[in-house]
């Protein structure tokens, strides 16, 4: 069985190693022939809205599925009448468009901060007057680890937040007092069946995930998280791994975004739950039986962000997994992770204190 995965980062390059031990065989689509995934499967070189590269990769793989959310809709639709694509390209269409995306937690009942379409600087003066300050502007399309947005925070941010995103379609949201972000990963196989991770809570800087802690042992917020992951599943038809990231005010759930696709927050299920993300993503696209998604202890994962630490440094903490994605340092580049799993959690948060220490604060 050969499976395409379009895009070759280090999600891909993951998703393949997982899917090693099936005997499955991999090939990638990428505009670049040195990405990580280029270590582990032989690489298609052609740009994502590429429809003769995108029909060049079907023509060699059995199903395609996608580490990338920002594959052109329509480029992925002609290829999809060629060959099986997991998850569905309705599900990437939504996930494009913050818009989309709202509305349709908005009518699975899943509660999101309050929001306005704004495609003009008096929309976007209507929206501040109608949902204070302060409030975050944001591209509607393209925009991830925070690229592609401000926070409003005094009338004066107004007209430069207008000036430095304005040439494109945006979203004006109310910005959420957090307690703290969490997300949920969970897999629906081709057969239906679903399962869910643990809820995983998660810091960012700049944008950026920097932090996963799992699981976070709050079963009233695991159950609405459940709830609200199984309705979206079952509403797009879905196969494949889906993340669904939430803020927590004051004790309750408000959705953030979805991302059809295994994801950073699940990274910790490599080692941290019995069966990890990718695997399961790959058991869903195929219509295999999925693994548990049960956590084996006490998890934490710290990104490197820009810089790698030394190997050994990060090896000689107890219960650290490396990860290296093998690609060249640049700033605010993600280059690898690591993993700490400990018997309990105050185990674990101190192997995870250590493991801080390795990265710049
Ligand atoms: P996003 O690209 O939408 O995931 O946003 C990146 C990060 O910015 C989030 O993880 C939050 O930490 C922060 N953020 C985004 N939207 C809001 C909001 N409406 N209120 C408060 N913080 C936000």
């Given amino acids: 069985m050969k499976i395409g995965i379009i895009g070759a980062g280090q999600l ?10 099936y005997a499955l065989q991999f090939r990638f689509l990428d505009f670049g022939a040195d990405a990580p995934g280029a270590r582990v499967a032989p690489i298609v070189v052609g740009a994502f809205d590429d429809v003769a590269a995108l029909r060049r990769l079907a023509g060699e793989v059995d199903v395609v599925t996608y580490e990338f959310e920002n594959v052109p809709v329509a480029a992925l639709r002609e290829m999809a009448a060629t060959r099986p694509c ?10 494009q468009d913050r818009i989309l995306e709202k509305e349709l937690f908005g009518r699975l009942g899943i509660p999101t901060p309050p929001y306005r379409a704004v495609d003009s600087l008096a929309d976007l003066e209507a929206g501040v007057a109608a949902l204070g300050l302060p409030c975050v502007l944001k591209t509607r399309r393209l925009g991830y680890d925070g690229r592609g947005q401000r926070v409003l925070r005094k009338r ?25 972000e969490v997300s949920i990963v969970g897999a629906r196989s081709t057969t239906g069946e679903t399962r869910a991770y643990p809820l995983a809570m998660n810091t960012h800087r700049e944008g950026i995930l ?31 791994v889906l993340t669904l990231e939430f803020f927590v005010e004051r004790g309750r759930l408000v959705a953030n975004e979805m991302a059809p696709r295994v994801h950073n927050s699940g990274h910790w299920t490599i080692e941290g739950a ?14 295999l039986p999925l693994g548990e998604t049960r956590p084996v202890g006490h998890a934490a994962m710290v990104n ?16 650290a997994h490396l990860h290296d994605y093998g690609k060249a340092p640049r700033p605010g580049r993600k280059l690898g992770h690591a993993t700490v799993v400990g ?3 105050a185990e674990r948060d101190t192997r995870l204190r250590r493991l801080l220490r390795l990265v710049p604060r």
Avoid at 14 to 20: D, K, N, R, V
Avoid at 216 to 240: I, S, T
Avoid at 280 to 287: C, Q, V
Wanted: no cysteine; charged share 20%; net charge neutral.
């Fill in 12 to 21: 891909g390059q993951m998703l393949a190693l997982s899917g090693f031990p």
């Fill in 86 to 95: 997991f998850p569905p390209v309705d599900a990437l269409r939504v996930s």
């Fill in 156 to 180: 004066a941010d107004v007209a430069p937040a207008w000036e430095a995103l304005g040439s494109v379609p945006l979203i004006l949201e109310g910005f959420i007092a957090f307690d703290r």
């Fill in 210 to 240: 920097r932090v996963t802690v799992a699981p976070a042992r709050d079963a009233r917020l695991q159950r609405a998280a459940e709830g609200h992951l199984r309705r979206v599943l079952d509403h797009l038809g879905y196969a494949g």
């Fill in 274 to 287: 019995v069966t990890s993300q990718f695997e399961n993503h790959l058991r869903a696209i195929l219509g």
């Fill in 304 to 319: 490197f962000i820009g810089t790698m630490p030394a190997h050994e440094r990060v090896l000689a903490i107890p219960g």
């Fill in 343 to 345: 018997r309990t959690a």
